[in-house]
Structures are given as C-alpha cells and as structure tokens.
C-alpha cells in the first residue's frame, strides 16, 4: 500500500494583522480568513468582536502571556504548526501588523521549517493608526518628509543594542517608538544626546483607535515629567517630531461626542448591530449584553389573509417572522392585495419596503392608543396584528373601542439569554459597581425587566450611580416602576432618536 494514502492533509496557516484596537480597521481579506477559519489563536490585546467573524465550529485560541511566559513564542510556533499538521484552515490573528514588530517573521520561518503552507496578511501598524487617530500625521510636506519606526523594549538601550541611535537620534523628521514607555527617560537622553533639540515636539498616545485614547503632549525636555505626573502606562506609541504641532488643528476622534463613554446595550444582540455602529461612530465604546432574544412560536397559523381589511405591523420582527410563516406555506407578497397594511414606526416600513410593500398607513407616534386614534374609520372592519406575545393590550383595546374586529396572534416571543454566562455577567456587575460604565440603555420593556433579574442580590444598586437611557414612553415607565431613574428619553421610539437623546445629553452635560 503506498504510504502517501494514510498521510493526513496539510492545512494552511493565515498570519493576519488585525490593526490596533478599532475593530473595524482589519482588512477585508483578514475578515475573510477569519470566516473560513477552523482554528484561531488571537493576541491578547485584540478586540473580541473581531472574532465574531469566525463560523460557529472555529475553536478559539488565547496566545500565551508573554508577560508570564518565556517560552512563548516556540508554544505559539508549535500550535500553529499542530493544528496545520492536520488539515485545519489556521488564522493567527495578530494585532497591528505581523511584520512591524509583530514577531511574524519567527512564525512564518516556523512553518516553513515545518513544511506548513503560509500566507501573509498585512495589517495597519500602530504607529500609523494611533497617530492617524490622535491628529497626527506621521509625514506632511511642510513638517516631515521622513519617518522611522523603532522598539523601545529595554533590549534596543543595551549597550550591544543593534539600533544606532546616535545616528537614528537626527537621522529622520519623525520617530515612532513602540514599546518604549517603560523607558521614556532613557529615549529621550540618547535622543537629546545624540542631537535631538530638547524643545522638539512629543507626543505619547496610549490604547490608540479605541474609545479609551489618551494623549499626552510635550516636548523631549518635559515628556517625562508630564508623564509621570498623568501616570500613562502602556500600551503606548511615542511620537517624536515637529508633526505633533497639527494636533491641534487635526484632532478629528477624540472630539466626538461619546468619546470615552462606555455604554451598556441590553438590546437582543440579532437587533443590537445598528444601535452599536451609531453610538462607536459618536466615539463610545458599546459594550453589548443582550438581556432578550427574539424566538419566533412554533406553532403559529397564519390565518387566510383575505378574511381581513387591514394588516398592522408594529415592529420588523412582527414583518419579517410574518413573511416567513407564509412562504413556508407556498405564499408571498400577493397574498396582501387589496388588503391595507398600517406599519409602525420608519424600520418596519423599511422592513416592509424590502419584501415589495409599501405601507399605506403610518402613525406618527408607535403607542398602541395613538395608533388606534390616527388611522381611519376602522368601525366594522377586521383587523390582522401579528406581534410579539408580551405585546401589551392598548392597541387593540383602542381598536376594538372604535368598532374594529380585532385578532391578535401572537407570532413571537421575547425570552431572557443568558448573556454569555456566568463570567460576562460577573464582569458587567463589577464594572457597574465601579463606575466603569457611563451608561445602561434599555430598548423595551423586557430588557429593563429581564436586566434586573439577571442580578437578583442587588438589582438596584447596580444603576444607583450610572445614567439610564430608554426608547420611549412605555419603557421609562417599566424603568420608573422599577426604581430605576432615567436620564435620557427618545423623542421617538427609534433607535436614531435614542441615539440622538444620548448625544444631546452629553453635549448638555459638557458645554
């Protein structure tokens, strides 16, 4: 029998930089490693909603300390190897880029040694990102025309350092420093040492691209001190150069409304994508624990809808499960004509829009009696409203009190998760506790409801010290019924709207 039959298969390793912190700053061809892998082993310091990119079978990694372990590096080398070996779809996911002081080299010569096919994907090197995003460009024609990266790990200020910095000191505009916190003082003496001008500009930009940034600016000859006076840790880049100069003028991310604030999504983590994206772009950081998911009934008749006058949708849940209850039985668009159909609120009629129908009927307001009063002269007709099971009763009350034959299916429910175990509601907790978040947001009743029941020792005292943001009327009221103080509440029952409360609210709070 020949013995290449019995010979495993051999997998590929993607070696991807996944950029600094922003999560959003990875490459689309490292997203698509991410999706096909079977294996990732993930740096430390990474973002973890990069990793929501991989398929649901991925095993999940979390590489060595090297903090702790100094034998890191030959155990990283041999999982990546490992897992290959056996025909598995590797990705070492990375931060910034494998190939600027990334160590990818070492592992890339690894797996050729090892015979492991490899490739390369690039990815955005914290010295670019973190100045980009602190309002510092590296080169600009009238201040730079030349720039250099360099570590600053103790290993590159020995005595047998390979790094020439008695050249390197004047040698470039602008000098990028990874690693060097630790060792501010002894940079800046081989800089100025070397020729440096102690008036030259310095800029240190801590946990760059991410909502918690921090910059700290002076010049070679006061650097340390301030500092020393802020306590800034790592991680951190060092900027050196007359550049520094247009932060002033070039501050673009932490002049965003929700810079720094750390807000707390409760909203079904299916529904919570919008929401998040809206509030990161504003410079929050979201932080999504999701207290209810969306479960459509199993055993739900979707009655013939030519017995009715009007079809009421008040949500795109209610839409979307409705449709598909009918398709699974043979039906589609056409079977609404000559039916009215009133939507609730801009998404369900976007909802709507999407499946060929254009509403005729709109509400200006999304509670249940409002909606009963606007739309037309309903008195003898039949009315359709497929929606959620905990819905609450003042839409068809207000219906039928103004003749309508109402009936009301329950299409689904919405039910308490476990918000990833444990662990993730451990964590929430002590952030709350500790002042660590700025703001919980509550998108419905049930998520302010599920919320506390999540943390029965000590429900209230959680949001005692933390604003409350809610979507409308009738989830302020929940809140309010709880002993729940609220701050901020939408205009409209939308999303935009909450988000547009929120910024208002602190724009208010900082002028």
Known sequence: MNASVNKLPTGIVYIVGAGPGDKNLITLKGVECLQRADVVIYDLLLNDALLEHCPTHTEKIKAPDPRIRATRQTELNQLLVKHAKVG???????????????????????????GIPFEIVPGITSAIAA???????????????????????SAALRSDSNINWEQLA?????LVV???VAHLRQIVERLVTHGRHPATPVSLVRVGTTSQQRVVQGTLADIVSKVAAVQLESPAV????????????????DTKPLFGKRILVTRARAQASEFADRLEANGAEVIQFPTIKIQPLERVDVPPLDKYDWVIFTSVNAVEIFY????????????????????????????LNDIGIQPDFVPTHSRGSAIAAEIEDISGKKILLPRAKIATADLPKGLRDRGAHVNDVPLYDTVKVASDGEKKRDEIETDLLDGRIDLVTFTSSSTVTNFLEMFPAHPKTLLADVQVAVIGPETQKTAIEHGIQVDMVAEKATIESLVEAVIAAYCNLSS
């Not at 990375?94 to 690894?110: C, S, T």
């Not at 668009?333 to 998404?347: D, L, Q, S």
């Open 238 to 253: 060092i900027v050196v150069g007359e550049v520094n100069r247009l932060r002033q003028h070039l501050r673009w991310f």
């Open 131 to 153: 100045s980009a995003y602190a309002g510092i460009p590296v080169t600009h024609r009238d201040y730079a025309s030349s720039v250099a990266f360099v570590t600053g790990h």
């Open 170 to 174: 004047t040698a470039v505009d602008t």
């Open 324 to 351: 598909e209850r009918l398709r699974e039985n043979g039906k589609d668009v056409r079977t609404f004509g000559g039916i009215e159909i009133c939507a609730v609120g801009p998404k369900t009629v976007e909802a």
């Open 88 to 114: 598995k779809i590797v990705v070492r996911l990375k931060g910034g880029d494998p190939y600027i002081f990334g160590r990818g080299g070492e592992e890339a010569m690894a797996l050729t040694e090892a």
């Open 178 to 180: 990874y690693m060097g």
